[in-house]
């Protein structure tokens, strides 16, 4: 079975995720992009620690301090928001922006 990464890109073109991986030190940046291409790999079969269930469609990838926020539509995972995470439980502010680009990302995809 095949999975698919799309990055959410907002109205401008912007892709936020992109843009934070890009500004991650390479040993960062390798991490992170080791955990996409995994996730792409295994699909819904990735599980703890790479993976935590948030709430509803939305779900983390965990590479050490780094998250990701995504959810899937069909085949495709669309990564959503990223972040260094300091504190231990994720910051209500983080999620309201990853569940805002995924209502945005919905919305234009019915258009």
């Known amino acids: ?26 040993r960062e940046q390798a991490k992170i992009i080791w955990m ?11 599980s703890d620690p790479y993976t935590k269930h948030i709430e509803g469609a939305l779900w983390e990838l965990r590479p050490g301090h780094l998250r990701v926020l ?19 439980k994720l910051p209500v502010s983080e999620k309201e922006i990853a569940l805002r ?3 945005d990302y919905l919305g234009r995809r019915e258009k």
């Open 101 to 103: 680009r995924m209502a």
């Open 70 to 88: 995504y959810f899937l539509e069909k085949r495709t995972f669309v990564l959503l928001h990223a972040f260094r995470k300091k504190a231990k």
């Open 36 to 46: 996409i291409d995994l996730l792409e790999k295994t699909g819904v079969n990735l």
């Open 1 to 26: 079975m095949d999975w698919v990464i799309e990055f959410y890109k907002d109205e401008k073109g912007s892709e936020p995720v992109v843009n934070f991986i890009e500004n991650l030190q390479p």
